[in-house]
């Protein structure tokens, strides 16, 4: 039996295995593998989808094409523009858009700086902030119908609380919603309450979120609560007050509920008759459907065209 041979092989070090590439089975079936592991999120992701686009999307695109159209004796005809000249025809087109830019800016006044105001009182308490949250927040868990004929009650000229409290004051009472004059502002001013609170929150939410340190350095240096809200608070949650000023924006420029409930809609000689409310007009008491499709499409464009324009200010004063 000869001995093993001591001397090394000349042949080289062995090379490891090449990886074998994946055929199409092992891509198959990895394929299947994930769809299987991820078949209840995709599941859900397509029924959000598919309620996107039944409950947003055809919404729009029905609208943008009854703005062009008309039904009569259920035939639907091709009619171009007249639509959107019916419209500016009517009077009553400019009365309801001046009553909205009205709106709009009272409710600027109140709506988005009363909210403000109100987080940067209770962000100042250090004990009971969620008592004052719940109790900022709970006008906006009331239905909206509840706090109308909480605020029917407030304006009724003859027994109302508000007249009453004016009344020990020596004032006058008013006709808070019979007057064309007064009417708007006691939409605004129920409105504003009704919901002030999801807004209030938001702010004071950003308002935690201010270092300490700054409000400190500027007490050193003997700032009043004036000037650190104005060179502290507002630069710091100025994103915040940015969104909210254009969610406000849109939101009031669409108000319906308020004046609806309130006023009846038109209120005294038209004073609370709003764009939303003139839609609704032509479309529930006219039957023109075509109308009002076509004045909805003019305020689509418009808070489109405002939304697009306020955020390019808002990049490039950024930059």
Known sequence: MSAPSLTP???GPSRPPEPRAAGPSTRGGSFANSLRRNLTAHGFLIGAVLCFLVFSWYPMIREFLLAFQKT???QTTWVGLDNLETVFNDPAFWQAWRNTLLFTVLAL???FAVPFVAAVVINEFRHGQGYLRLLVYLPVMLPP???VLLFKY???PGYG?????FGFFGVPAQQWLQDPDLSMLSVVIAATWMNMGGATLIYLAALQGVPGELYEAAELDGAGLLRKIWHITIPQTRLILSLMLLMQIIATMQIFVEPFLLTGGAGPEGSTTTVVYLIYQYAFNFNNYGAAAALGLLLLVLLAGFSALYVKLSRAEDK
């Open 154 to 156: 407030l304006y009724d």
């Open 161 to 165: 609380l508000l007249n009453e409290v």
């Open 109 to 111: 006044i109140f709506g």
């Open 9 to 11: 092989s000349k042949a």
């Open 145 to 147: 119908v509840a706090s």
């Open 72 to 74: 009569e004796s259920g």
